[in-house]
């Protein structure tokens, strides 16, 4: 099936049924292993969501259980590769005890290529959260937004995937600004987050223009919500693996 989305040709990759692949690798872009393990007994499944620029895997980790009247939340950090302690939330949500009551998928890093050459942006100097197609404006620097609205690979597997699962809930991890935002269509849910985790409500800077970012190409094509978190320069490690994971799960009704 295919959607265009803006300047976007999207094509949707098939999600193979839990179980039905057995190398999550080697399977390619949009299939789904079904994992359970003694070592992250959290886990459920794993799909490679797509490729970077460089070729390096995005992963996305299914973890806690599925069921009728049980919500579907989505988390994403590490979209700009100098954000590289952030990972640690998602990473500690996966690595730990088996999740109950919340259908949670997370994508420790979406910027792989960023990550290892410490940028905040992709392999070719795109900023990815200015790459999504909505409200996209030509921008060069720091902020660089791309030839055109999801030119990045990293942009398009993230979109595919969103349509894919089409959560109830996105949350999308940042550093350094220290706040959550409001900008979203539910403030209120905003503020739930932001007394969970411990910060302040705020109207997140964009360094400029605030457009094609992927928290508002979601609220644009998907009825839940999507919000920005920000934490600190030097967030402690008991708040990133420790505090913020049990918080986010008892605000979703989750338990381990």
Known sequence: MTLRLGAALLTLSLVVPLGAATGADAAGPGSYVGLRSPARPAVIGKTVIGRSVQHRPIVAWHLG???PGIPTVMIVSTMHGNERQIQQIPEALRDGG???GVDLWVVPVMNPDGLAHDTRQDARGIDLNRNFPVNWVHTTGHYASGPRAASEP?????MRFLLRIRPD???SFHQPLHGVDLDTRRPSFSRRVAQALRLPVSRVR?????GGTMTQWFEAHLPGSAITVEYGQRPSERTLRRQAPSALLRLFGGHR
């Open 169 to 171: 809930r996105l949350i």
């Open 206 to 210: 964009c360094g400029g223009v605030c």
């Open 98 to 100: 088996r999740i109950h």
């Open 154 to 158: 990293e942009t398009r597997a993230m």
């Open 65 to 67: 259980e599925t069921g």
